[in-house]
């Protein structure tokens, strides 16, 4: 069985289930919310691309080196963006929670800090992961100032790491929470749900 085996994790606002291509049609939909394809600090598919991109994801669980999610709003139970667990390495319990996006009405919200919660308290607390990263564009500062506010520690800067769109080379910011940092981080967490603070107003 592939590591971390597919689960579904469901909050008060939010529920992450696993990525299908059925997703496709309400994902194209949701990305036009803010036209979120021409940001340009990160790699998000436009409509017309939404069903390769969804297959990319899943090619890269049946690789086993990923595990996709569609993120679905409770209240109204459609897809509003994806997330995934990336880079999973079973051997060391490693893995990074990235690709993530959300449509413009979801971001700043409770969907999102909740989210976040569930896969890092997933891998902490029945995966029994050693560290979680998370990786963001180096100029994306209010994903780096988000990130910190987790309570994810600065690692460092992989250079020249990752090719954008317009050709240009990405400067990639690596961050990570440990197991043994995760329960302040989760107490923090916690207190920002409960005032309705959001961690993380930009996906990384």
Known sequence: MSWPPEVELAGRHARLTPLRADHETALAEAVKDGALWNLWF????????????????????????????????????????????????????????????YRRAAQRTAINSECKRMLLAHAFES???VAV???????????????GRLGAKFDGVLR???????GS???TCVY?????????????LDARLERGATPFPTPP
């Open 127 to 129: 995966l029994n992961c």
């Open 42 to 101: 990160t790699h998000i598919a436009a409509p017309e691309d939404m069903a390769a991109d969804i297959q990319r994801r899943l090619a890269l669980r049946a690789a086993g080196s990923s595990l996709p999610f569609a993120v679905i709003d409770q209240a109204s139970g459609e897809p509003v963006g994806m997330t995934a667990y990336l880079n999973v390495d079973p051997v060391n319990l490693r893995l990074e929670i990235g690709s993530t996006w």
């Open 160 to 166: 020249s790491h990752m090719k954008m769109r317009d």
């Open 133 to 147: 990263e998370f990786r963001t564009h180096y100029f994306n500062r209010e994903s780096r100032r988000a990130i």
């Open 169 to 171: 080379l990405r400067d």
């Open 176 to 188: 990570s929470i440990t197991a043994a940092e995760w329960p302040a981080a989760r107490a923090g």
